[in-house]
């Protein structure tokens, strides 16, 4: 099964993410990450959705979607002509014993320290998902007192735009 | 004009061509209805006994006519009521309009006196629904749900209207015409080509259409393209009526209990022409088994339903009736001697089929004494059967717009009754939805004018007799007739075959009285349990002008046959009980 990460421009109107997000409970797709926000034009979001699965299951998905009257594009973003990114806050345990390995670890992974104190520290990190869950799986010995990661985003690599002529 | 909120409702209800809307009043709505009651020699509103009859009117007015259906609620118990009238159109792809009221804008959220979120509640089985927060947008929003519930393929869409935006006032401009759906999607030429070739290149090509043919007005093309390239026709509980029964080429519905010579008839084509419809699983069994001998060309207005169910060879999206026509001028005009000979065998032996399974009743007695045939002191034989029921009300009905419920007599109704043209046959497909029919009977009746003719069963029927009231208030030529066997049928037709003749809660023992209780409403009642006293009581029932409810007591022993089980497929039909 391979991860897809498509791209949907919605109107900007309350409601929109239900729409977006029961049509997934209602025909029984799972969905890895989905994340939203405003796009250049305040009159329409985008949402960006991964998801596992195979060709057929893509296909579902694009078409259901593209049924919903508030969806305006969709489109498949492939991983070789997209950037994508996912940012992760993770606050780990800050001991005397730990505080050596853990600074080592976030200047390899050009993570940041965002917060400081004596016993937590909180680090900020962008990536792909592979380098956000390789950087979790290091500071795991360490103590993770909680974390959070935003889901990926993602956008098309040169002249590409994901657009509607719709209103 | 500078006007309310409440009255742009109603003006711009009239000016999408809306004659006639269904309802029941209640507090969010009231400013609405005083509109109606001031505006009532241009629109007529039929008031129903509880929403859920309401909806259902609605969509039969819908399927009667092809025009969006309106529903008018008030908010809370109101608009959840609608919610099973709203899915019913919504597998079965009807178009309609429900407007609900809400409480003020200020209230909401606030779990407020018969407050219900009802855009959360029809989110899923809505094309797509709206709350109205802005009295600027509220005529367009309306607008926008006709185009929406009447586009491409069509569907409920819910409008959710606060009291206060009733109440507020702006400037309104009515429009010239009702507005015009979006534009449809044409065949791809190359396509069209390609489906062309497959067909000459078939040998034994099939054609099962569902109903797309009758939303999408293609029933002339469909029957065109038949004869040009000389295949069979079936169709699913939905296309049922877009082709008239006595067409030569129309072998009936296929699937779970669909006729013999059409489902065997597709399973022994090497090619399937579905056109507007989406190989549900009622009408294929099982998935698995059920393509493997034919290919398939798939044509659909709904670019999901491509592929969704059972892949096709050849999947193209587009309108269903230029698709057909313009797929019809591209093939050449075909005979298939051995193909068209096989299908007259078939027919023979569905034919032979159909009175062995006859023969097997008639040597049951009834074995349940709570039921009412077994009380009537008929010999089995001279009972009444389902098939002859259909057969003589239906000689006595004209062109009456057929409904029913759901169960075993809306199987009957679908394999025996003589339809002849487009939107005379109603009935709750995908969702399955007892005591769809009188609400649908009734809409159908105030649409057309004509006689509405509901075959039911005591079960249905109890679901949602309350509106004889609005039959009889109406005055409405709708024919009744209650297959009673004392049972629920179908359910009981399963626990007959499946599970060990368990009857769990399918004997009724309810001691009904249809005739007194279609009396306490104010309609005609009759009950029979002979042909002769049918015969007497369907001309009477067709002559009388309102409403007329008439109780065939039916033996519970009878199946609907044939059946394909579920999971099963055409190798597991059953066309005898012993």
Known sequence: ?167 | MFISGAKIIVETLIEQGCDTVFGYPGGQVLNIFDELYLNSDRINHILAAHEQGAAHAADGYARATGKVGVVIATSGPGATNLVTGIATAYLDSIPMVAITGNVPCDLIGRDSFQEVDIVGVTMPITKHNFIVKDINELADTIRMAFKIAKSGRPGPVVVDIPKDIQIGKCEFEAQAQPVIPYPVLFADDDQLKEAAEMIAAAERPYIYFGGGIISGRASAEVMALAEKIDAPMGCTLMGLSAVPYDNPRFLGMQGMHGHFASSMAQDESDLVIALGARFSDRATGNKARFNKNFRIIHIDIDGAELHKNIPAELAINADIRDAVERLCSLVNEQKRPQWSARIAELKAEEERRIEGARECTFQKECSNCTNPCSNTGIPAKDRLNPYDIIDIVSSCAGDAVVATDVGQHQMWAAQRYPLKTPRTFLTSGGLGTMGYGLGAAIGAAAATGKYSLLFTGDGSFGMNLNELATSVSQGLPVVIVIMNNGVLGMVRQWQTLFYGKHYSNTTLNRQTDFVKLAEAFGAKGVRVSTKDELEKAAAEAFSYGGTFLIDCLVDCNEFVLPMLPPGGSIDDIITEIK
Do not use: W
Request: net charge neutral; charged share 25%.
């Open chain 1, 1 to 167: 099964m391979e991860q897809y990460v498509i791209g949907v421009i919605v109107s900007n109107v309350s409601g929109v993410l239900s729409r977006v997000s029961g049509m997934f409970t209602r025909r029984g797709f799972n969905i890895d990450s989905l994340t939203v926000g405003e796009t250049e034009s305040s009159s329409f979001s985008r949402i960006t959705i991964a998801f596992h699965g195979d060709d057929y299951l893509k296909d579902r998905i694009l078409l259901q979607l593209r049924k919903l009257h508030d969806v305006k594009e969709v489109e498949v973003l492939r991983s070789s002509e997209t950037v994508v990114r996912e940012l992760l806050l993770i606050k780990v345990r800050n001991t005397p014993q730990s505080r050596q390995d853990i600074m080592t670890a976030v200047e390899i992974f050009r993570s940041k320290i965002v917060d400081y104190s004596t016993t937590a520290l909180v680090c900020e990190l962008t990536g792909e998902t592979s380098k956000i869950d390789a950087f979790i799986d290091l500071l795991k010995p360490y103590g993770i007192m909680e974390m959070c990661r935003t889901g990926l985003v993602a956008i098309e690599r040169g002249e590409n735009c994901l657009k509607t002529k719709r209103l």
